[in-house]
């Protein structure tokens, strides 16, 4: 049974840092690309980072760009999203997802809540 299963999330002060985990299973996780989006309440659902199969090609929004890293271990099956510099505005529920190259699979995790206030 497939499962994303997300870690990491809490209350942090703004310009602190996070790192979320997510552990993948039940599917052949270096097949999939993985991504990190996130939801503030009464926002639509946003993408934050992308990685590839490989974790050789990356992609962010740009209101996280310089500040978030998404990276990936294969041998691990899973995918991290550090957050440095984090601001009030990051304030959100944040989920992993896992994509097949053509969009035809996509698999959610639950999600993990990062707060960002001081």
């Known amino acids: 049974q497939v499962q994303l299963v997300e870690s990491g999330g809490g209350l942090v002060q703004p310009g602190g840092s996070l790192r979320l985990s997510c552990a993948a299973s039940?599917?052949?996780?270096?097949?999939?690309?993985m991504s990190w989006y996130r939801q503030a309440p009464g926002k639509e659902r946003e993408l934050v980072a992308a990685?590839?199969?490989?974790?050789?090609?990356?992609s962010y929004t740009d209101s996280v760009k310089g500040r978030f890293t998404i990276s990936r271990d294969n041998a691990k099956n899973t995918v991290y999203l550090l957050m440095n510099r984090l601001e009030p505005e990051g304030t959100a529920l944040y989920y992993c997802?896992?994509?097949?190259?053509?969009?035809?699979?996509?698999?959610w995790g639950q999600g993990t809540q990062v707060t960002v206030s001081s």
């Open positions: 997802s896992a994509v097949t190259g053509n969009g035809s699979q996509r698999y």
């Open positions: 039940g599917f052949t996780f270096s097949s999939y690309h």
């Open positions: 990685i590839t199969r490989t974790g050789t090609g990356t």
